[in-house]
């Protein structure tokens, strides 16, 4: 496929599994996969996490396989891209490696893989052919005229045979007076003027036992050393709860736990827990370091 074609399709999906492993991410080659697009200038996503324009329009994204052919000595993978009716569209050259450890070998095949899109110039252009909404008023005037003509086809005779029967003439107002007379006699209540019969309420205010509530004791906030040192560009991916930073070896670094407050995460490192949150456009890791507030700095792509 050249250069063209692939500038058709706006996103790269990446599987959190692949079919020939058991498990999410083994091997870590889904990070892997996903950060090589995106060093090559492609938008990679998860299947997992996928944008609402993809979801809307499947067609949008092509779809990464990896197909495995490794033998008992040698790794060897190879890299497909399958379009939305499932039509395989780009085959990457086959990677391999000889390295023992797993992790090491798949690693190291897949970077070979893309030694075929490194330098391939991707820019997605879209084809301009989506469709906009538009609102049709064809038809309305014809519908309005035809109410129209039906609403004419009521006479006024019709009108007039709706009127109160000659029968309800008969009926004097003098009748109906009489008969609202005596519905209101047998509707009164004998009262007795006696004392022991009579009773009040009391409109005296009442004590109330609700005491207002005492303030709360106001606490300093802390002051944060904030540190300089530049952590590079940290890649989040999906877990249950939250997200797993994970930066360019790939490593996974930090792990942000959801909290009940928008942009505000707990987190889990090797070294030190505390929380990651978001002030302005930045995202910082707060933490404490003995009695000390520590903070850095992190440039998260999510």
């Known amino acids: 496929m050249s250069q063209a074609e692939l500038n058709k399709y706006k996103y790269i999906i990446v599987p959190t599994k692949f079919e020939t492993f058991k498990n999410e ?15 090559n200038g492609f938008t990679a996503v998860y299947d997992n996490d996928m944008p609402a324009d993809l979801l809307a329009n499947r067609c949008l994204g092509l779809l990464l396989n990896l197909k495995d052919d490794s033998s008992m ?25 000889k390295e023992k450890d797993y992790k090491s070998a798949y690693s ?12 391939i110039g991707y820019k997605y252009e879209p084809s301009g052919d989506t ?25 006024f005779e019709d009108i007039v045979e709706n009127k109160p029967q000659e029968k309800d003439k008969d009926i ?23 004392l022991e019969e009579q009773s009040y309420k009391n409109m005296e205010p009442v004590q109330s036992n609700i005491t207002k509530a005492e303030n709360m004791p106001t606490v300093a906030l802390p002051d944060v050393d904030y540190k300089t040192d530049d952590s590079g ?9 939250g997200f797993q930073l994970v930066d360019s070896t790939p490593k996974i670094t930090l792990r942000m736990y959801a909290t009940s407050q928008a942009n505000f995460y707990i987190a889990e490192g ?26 850095q700095e992190l440039n998260i792509k999510f």
């Open 25 to 39: 991410n083994q091997y870590q080659t889904s990070t892997m996969i996903k950060y090589n697009l995106v060093e």
């Open 73 to 97: 000595f040698t790794t060897k993978v190879t890299l497909t891209l399958k379009d939305c009716q499932s039509n395989v569209v780009y085959t990457t050259v086959e990677g391999s490696s």
């Open 108 to 119: 190291e095949a897949i970077k070979e893989c893309f030694k075929s899109l490194s330098g």
């Open 131 to 155: 469709a906009q909404a538009t609102v049709s008023f064809k038809n309305d005037v014809k519908r309005l005229e035809k109410a129209a003509e039906k609403d004419k086809d009521i006479s």
């Open 172 to 194: 004097r107002f003098g009748d109906l007076a009489e008969d609202k007379t005596e519905s209101n006699r047998q509707n009164v209540i004998q009262q007795k003027a006696t």
């Open 233 to 241: 560009v940290l890649y989040a991916q999906a877990i249950a709860n």
């Open 270 to 295: 090797d070294v030190h827990s505390g929380a990651v949150l978001k002030k302005g456009d930045k995202w910082y890791f707060e933490y404490y370091e003995g009695d000390k507030l520590m903070g």
